[in-house]
């Protein structure tokens, strides 16, 4: 499993499974809560500890705003009416892959929900680390590495993903701003730098931008994903637990 949980034993057979991964903004650590139910099946949750940590960082979240957040979960993750993040039934042989993607989950919510605290652009870059971990593996993320493009100039790679060997992924990001538009200025130079690296003879495959969907303007996302898709394969924020699958299992993303 690409992220290993520490495994605290509660009364009742209940499961504390803690990651190292951090919640948004303050450093608390994400866990998933499994809850035996019968024949050795589990019912995963995070006790809604997204919702609380938000809530406590000044969140406001209404009915509207939790529905769209809901739909913007991985498959398989709902989000219940107390607020809990919620996968079940789970056998016990797939207990770690769906722990896996419950994790992915809470990062994905925590990331959407957040307050205030640092520079949105940080913390999707810090999210978006943490999701690559935890379905990947830590050993196989480089991050800030820097590559020559066909012009000579040294590109700063975000996240240098190392799944096949001698083909590494090259991984950037553009992030919202704060009305959920995009910077136009971050689209056109990361296309650009896109563009450097296809000229360098980096495959389609390997240019890889990741764009933060969730909540943005539907005009201002469908524009700034058609200005990228010219240089690199465009991968949403909200499906990463669907393209990381792929990424890990060495599929191809150019059909997603």
């Given at each position: 499993?690409?992220?290993?949980?520490e495994?605290?034993?509660?009364?009742?057979?209940?499961?504390?499974?803690?990651?190292?991964?951090?919640?948004?903004?303050?450093?608390?650590?994400?866990?998933?809560?499994?809850?035996?139910?019968?024949?050795?099946?589990?019912?995963?949750?995070?006790?809604?500890?997204?919702?609380?940590?938000?809530?406590?960082?000044?969140?406001?979240?209404?009915?509207?705003r939790?529905?769209?957040?809901?739909?913007?979960?991985?498959?398989?993750?709902?989000?219940?009416?107390?607020?809990?993040?919620?996968?079940?039934p789970?056998?016990?042989?797939?207990?770690?892959?769906y722990?896996?993607?419950?994790?992915?989950?809470?990062?994905?919510?925590?990331?959407?929900?957040?307050?205030?605290?640092?520079?949105?652009r940080?913390?999707?870059?810090?999210?978006?680390?943490?999701?690559?971990e935890?379905?990947l593996?830590r050993?196989?993320i480089?991050?800030?590495?820097?590559?020559?493009?066909?012009?000579?100039?040294?590109?700063?790679?975000?996240?240098?993903l190392?799944?096949?060997?001698g083909?590494?992924?090259?991984?950037?990001?553009?992030?919202?701003?704060?009305?959920n538009?995009?910077?136009w200025?971050?689209?056109?130079?990361?296309?650009?730098?896109?563009?450097?690296?296809r000229?360098?003879g980096?495959?389609?495959?390997?240019?890889?931008?990741?764009?933060d969907?969730?909540?943005?303007?539907?005009?201002?996302?469908?524009?700034?994903?058609?200005?990228?898709?010219?240089?690199?394969?465009?991968?949403?924020?909200?499906?990463?637990?669907?393209?990381?699958?792929?990424?890990?299992?060495?599929?191809?993303?150019?059909?997603?």
């Amino acid at each position: 499993m690409p992220n290993t949980f520490e495994i605290e034993r509660r009364p009742n057979g209940v499961l504390w499974l803690w990651s190292d991964l951090e919640l948004a903004d303050d450093g608390e650590l994400a866990r998933v809560i499994a809850q035996p139910i019968s024949d050795g099946y589990w019912r995963l949750t995070d006790g809604a500890s997204v919702f609380f940590h938000a809530s406590t960082h000044g969140a406001r979240l209404d009915a509207r705003r939790i529905d769209t957040l809901a739909k913007s979960l991985p498959s398989g993750v709902t989000l219940n009416a107390a607020g809990e993040l919620v996968i079940e039934p789970v056998s016990q042989k797939c207990l770690d892959q769906y722990a896996t993607r419950h994790l992915s989950g809470q990062l994905v919510l925590s990331h959407a929900i957040a307050n205030a605290g640092r520079s949105l652009r940080e913390r999707f870059e810090n999210t978006l680390g943490n999701l690559l971990e935890a379905n990947l593996g830590r050993e196989h993320i480089q991050k800030r590495t820097r590559v020559y493009g066909a012009s000579g100039h040294s590109i700063e790679i975000p996240f240098l993903l190392t799944l096949e060997e001698g083909k590494p992924l090259l991984m950037q990001y553009v992030s919202k701003k704060k009305d959920n538009s995009f910077d136009w200025s971050t689209v056109y130079s990361t296309a650009g730098r896109c563009s450097d690296l296809r000229l360098a003879g980096y495959e389609d495959s390997q240019r890889l931008v990741v764009i933060d969907d969730i909540d943005a303007d539907p005009n201002s996302l469908g524009q700034a994903t058609t200005a990228l898709a010219e240089s690199a394969t465009v991968l949403r924020f909200s499906a990463s637990p669907a393209w990381s699958t792929r990424l890990r299992n060495k599929s191809s993303l150019l059909s997603t």
